[in-house]
């Protein structure tokens, strides 16, 4: 009997996994389950060049819908998984289907944390994470507007961006003491917010919302110190937690995430999980990690595609990020948590330098803004876990890779 | 629509018709050749798109800005022919472009 092998979600996981599995030769049943209607997209441009207009949704899909086809891939859009039945190896769906499956990938995503404040549920109260959300944020969207956006990590701050820049009056919320404190190292922070405050966003840190208020409509945001900002619409970018439901009521092992091995695996060896979803062992970091990343989705699927093929893949890649705002790109790669001491590379005030993030001399992470060339030779020199001098490493005349 | 021709590394080439306005990245994505990664979606961000042009093209095309500039100097294997194919637009002049993918990406 041929063997089926179903995914479900359609994200950047989903869409990889297709790929990496037919062009790895395998032959059996493949069918992809996705809650929306959409083919499977990109979702990075929603907060960018999707809302701005300057990318159409034709432009948003990964391939064309005759790729899946040609991949013999059974696409089921807009059908929700209900629960899955283990012992029988079956997915129920909301359509009223079930499907068997020999082996099944869990690419479930992550879902935008919600306010719970007074208020919370007043209309012109926007997220950000689908094609839906991106469509209704820009129809609200009006030169003048007021928006409040509550939340200063990529997502606000994207979004405030190009809120500005499509002509609205905006205001950045952070509850922490600087913008994009979990990602970003304060003189990188520092740069941002003079970046924004150049373009006219007023950005105020260390403030709690306590509600938000209006008659139908949200009018006013409120804050724990009292204090409270008009708005015509408010932007709420305040996390992601990871989509585990389906995998939780099915008894598998869940923990901020799926909890899956290196190899992909969860609890059940008949069941995989890949992307923002999963908890997962980074080796190169002795540690485990949750990650909401493009780059790590895209890897992940592809090592737990080669390994639900019997063919053994350890994913162990180095993570990167990036954001683009205003005209600035920031790129990120590594991860700083257990880094003990970080350099400035080169001077901010020339709009382009690196933060280098060392453990004794090892690079754990750099950070670089509007520098390409570091961010790529940080990617090679991470990987290899080189050994660098940091004070060297803090002369932007040196190259990265020769300050040794 | 401009044709543009992807050669894979094993010699293998694929035709595409490409609508102008759009990147030869995306061309290539939407139809799936192997080898072109575009992790970033053409953000300039992740040099997985890395592509040797065919010489006879080097005029007809955008010129290089420093960020694709500083992401080609550390690409696997850069040539002179190198270039990020995000950062390339479709125009009418590139109808018969030529493009091959190297063996790797970044």
Known sequence: MTSRFIIIGGGQAGAQAVDTLRREGFAGDLVLVGAEEDLPYQRPPLSKKFLSGDLSAERLPFRHRSFYDEHRTDLRLGVRALRLERERRMVVLDDGGELHYDRLLLCLGAEVRRLTCPGAALEGVHYLRGIGDAVALRAAVRPGSRAVIIGGGYIGLETAATCRQLGCEVTVLEMADRIMNRVAHPSVSAYFSREHAGHGIRIECGIRVSGLSGSARVERVHCADGSSHDADLVIVGVGAVATTALAHDAGLACDNGIVVDEYCRTSDPQIYAAGDCTNHPSPRYGRRMRLESVDNAFEQAKAAAMNMLDRPVVHDRVPWFWSDQFDNKLLIVGMSGDADHAVLRGEPGTRSFSVCHFKDRELLALEAVNHSKDYMAARKLIAERAALDPARSADPAIPLREAV | ?106
């Open chain 2, 1 to 106: 629509m401009p044709t543009l021709s992807f050669i894979l590394p094993d010699g293998r080439r694929h035709d595409v018709q490409a609508p102008i306005g759009i990147s030869v990245m995306e061309a290539a994505k939407q139809h799936g050749i192997a080898g072109i990664v575009a992790l970033c979606g053409g953000a300039c961000a992740c040099a997985t798109c890395h592509v040797y042009v065919d010489t006879a093209w080097t005029r007809a095309l955008a010129p290089i800005e420093e960020m694709e500039e500083g992401m080609l100097e550390n690409a696997w294997n850069r040539r002179d022919s190198s270039r990020l194919s995000c950062q390339l637009p479709v125009t009418a002049q590139l109808d018969g472009l030529i493009v091959r993918i190297p063996e790797r990406q970044a």
